[in-house]
Nanobody, 119 residues
Framework: QVQLVESGGGLVQAGGSLRLSCAASGPIFSINAMGWYRQAPGKQRELVADITSAGSANYADSVKGRFTISRDNAKNMVYLQMNSLKPEDTAVYYC?????????????WGQGTLVTVSS
């Protein structure tokens, strides 16, 4: 069973930084895109950033210049460095991966990690 486990969330003051990590495990042949989504209370889940296996990254306009996504293909991990955090960045952050396994292609989600930014 393929699993994604996030870590690194927490409480931070506005202007501070956090780094999220996500580790993929299980019977994985390869991982295509990996990404981070977030869902704030009362809002829909939205893409924060994603990155291809070749390292091409895409960001939501609201985080460009503040957040950086990266990945370690050898370790099946993806990271999100979040700088200059704002109260509006408060949300549950979810890791996402498009994984190729023996039985085919899967889209997998992590359980989420809470990021709270105080003003």
């Amino acid at each position: 069973q393929v699993q994604l486990v996030e870590s690194g969330g927490g409480l931070v003051q506005a202007g501070g930084s956090l780094r999220l990590s996500c580790a993929a495990s299980g019977p994985i042949f390869s991982i295509n895109a990996m990404g981070w989504y977030r869902q704030a209370p009362g809002k829909q889940r939205e893409l924060v950033a994603d990155i291809t296996s070749a390292g091409s990254a895409n960001y939501a306009d609201s985080v460009k210049g503040r957040f950086t996504i990266s990945r370690d293909n050898a370790k099946n991990m993806v990271y999100l460095q979040m700088n200059s955090l704002k109260p509006e960045d408060t949300a549950v952050y979810y890791c996402n991966a498009r994984v190729v396994t023996r039985i085919g292609y899967l889209e997998v989600w992590g359980q989420g990690t809470l990021v709270t930014v105080s003003s």
